[in-house]
Nanobody, 126 residues
Framework: QLQLVESGGALVQPGGSLRLSCAAS??????????IGWFRQAPGKEREGVSC????????NYADSMKGRFTISRDNAKNTVYLQMNSLKPEDTAVYYC?????????????????WGQGTQVTVSS
């Protein structure tokens, strides 16, 4: 059973940066077997897709509001996927989750992911 653990969430001022990490363990397969997505959920709102990186790393997607500010990357040797977030805005405040799917293609739909972490809180406020 694949286990995902997010870290790196914090309180940051508007315009600041954070790097979130998603560490994978517990699976008999290497991390590059999985496509990884980042999602977020703000209070009172539905979970939304943030970014995705395919199992090979060859395909990367971002939600429109994150393009140019967020960067997703993966280090399969470390079994970790990262989300670098720059120019953070108060509206980026949410719990951020990473998720994995057994598929070579990215998806922005949460129901298409098989494994989920517990989330890490990101708060952007002055």
């Amino acid at each position: 059973q694949l286990q995902l653990v997010e870290s790196g969430g914090a309180l940051v001022q508007p315009g600041g940066s954070l790097r979130l990490s998603c560490a994978a363990s517990g699976s008999g397969r290497a991390l590059d077997y999985y496509t990884i997505g980042w999602f977020r959920q703000a209070p009172g709102k539905e979970r939304e897709g943030v970014s995705c990186i395919s199992s090979t790393g060859g395909r990367i997607n971002y939600a429109d509001s994150m393009k140019g500010r967020f960067t997703i990357s993966r280090d399969n040797a470390k079994n970790t996927v990262y989300l670098q977030m720059n120019s953070l805005k108060p509206e980026d405040t949410a719990v951020y989750y990473c998720a994995a799917r057994v598929n070579i293609y990215c998806s922005g739909y949460s129901y298409q992911y098989d494994y989920w972490g517990q989330g890490t809180q990101v708060t952007v406020s002055s």
